[in-house]
């Protein structure tokens, strides 16, 4: 049996605030050189998943330059392959507000698909998961729906949780968003269904003004019984960017080794877009201790504790700490900066002081000049 993917790439951009104000959440950078789109989309290929579709919203420009040629995954193919499902207005409503008037929109792109099965996915999560043995245990268990869960509550943020509770792989009950702690696994944003079942039930739901994936359908058709779930839990490390704090946190993660090794595994490697660059210059009294830095960065100054992406310049007598500094970042001499996410292409003048908090970062906007 094999499987399509359906990657949603706007669900969770406005908890994302100024990072997702001229992109999608899928294409928000992430840990030096990887766009979070990477993660999901690199798990679906090396599980053997050769046609994926990405339903986009809005902003979705940078989304399909950093995917248009699709060879970095091995999806530019005659038959399969990557494809983006821009908007489908339907008459019904402008723009689509949950996931199921957005697969709505991709109806015929799943009518065209042979594969019996579904994998859907958010952009938010990174892990590095096998979605064929995910695909045996929802075959095995004769589910409807199987959900794709961990025991990691607070792996990252706290939007729109679907919270399950189990008897051994058979969930017994769902509930969204709820404090209690009878639920011991929390879904990851991440399903497999049966390929006709998806198409009956998006009709259906749409059809009856339902919009709301795990609320409308899960929730509601578990309740009254007309499904079955599995859920299967992933052991692993899992990191959510939800929302700009865990987004912040997550980064950072990366530096931890036992991270690093399970998402970046050698046998199931991380693919992005490749981009030629010479090696980062460390001048005579640059300082760095324990970050991340990409290549063609000039780095002249103090950098301690940052994910710094590539082309970016940190001038003499600087000190950088506990930030984010995406492509192309210019630091002139003498700045201060403490817990800041600058996007790309961000200019901060000298001798200036940007201090943020690690539970409220400040962002400083693509193109900016500070």
């Not at 245990?137 to 729906?145: F, L, M, P, Q, Y």
């Not at 710094?308 to 210019?330: A, H, L, P, W």
């Amino acid at each position: 049996m094999d499987m399509v993917g359906i990657i949603f790439s706007n669900i969770y951009d406005s908890t994302l605030g100024d990072l997702t104000k001229n992109r999608t959440v899928a294409s928000v950078p992430f840990g030096g050189r990887y766009r979070q789109i990477d993660f999901v989309l690199s798990n679906m290929v090396n599980s053997n998943v050769t046609t994926v579709g990405v339903i986009t919203k809005h902003h979705y420009q940078s989304l399909m330059d950093h995917l248009i040629s699709r060879s970095e995954w091995d999806l530019n193919r005659k038959n399969g392959g990557l494809f983006i499902l821009p908007p489908f207005l339907s008459g019904q409503t402008e723009v689509y507000r949950g996931k199921i008037e957005a697969l709505y929109g991709a109806l015929s792109f799943l009518r065209h698909c042979s594969s019996d099965y579904v994998v859907l996915s958010d952009a938010v999560t990174i892990c590095n998961i096998d979605y064929e043995e995910a695909l045996e245990a929802h075959i095995k268990s004769g589910a409807d729906v199987t959900v794709i869960a961990n025991k990691e509550k607070e792996c990252g943020g706290k939007e729109r949780r679907l919270l399950l509770k189990t008897k051994g792989n058979k969930v017994t009950d769902v509930a969204i968003d709820s404090i209690s702690d009878k639920y011991d696994l929390v879904g990851m944003g991440m399903f497999i269904i049966e390929r006709n079942l998806l198409m009956e039930m998006v009709k259906n739901c749409v059809a009856h003004g339902k919009y709301h994936f795990e609320r409308d359908f899960l929730q509601e058709s578990f309740a009254s019984k007309e499904i079955s779930i599995n859920a299967y839990e992933f052991k692993n490390i899992v990191l959510r960017n939800d929302n700009v704090v865990s987004y912040f946190k997550n980064n950072f993660k990366l530096m931890d080794e036992g991270v690093r090794k399970a998402l970046f595994a050698s046998d199931s490697p991380i693919y992005t877009k490749v981009r030629d660059e010479v090696p980062t210059f460390y001048g005579e009294n640059a300082v760095v201790d324990d970050c991340i830095i990409a290549d063609g960065c000039t780095i002249k100054g103090h950098v301690e504790n940052c994910v710094i992406f590539r082309n970016v310049t940190i001038e003499e007598d600087c000190y950088v700490k506990n930030s984010i500094i995406m492509q192309g970042g210019i630091i002139e001499k003498g700045c201060n900066i403490d817990c800041v996410i600058a996007d790309k292409d961000v200019k901060i003048n000298k001798g200036r002081t940007l201090i943020g908090a690690e539970t409220a970062p400040l962002i400083i906007n693509k193109a900016e000049i500070v």
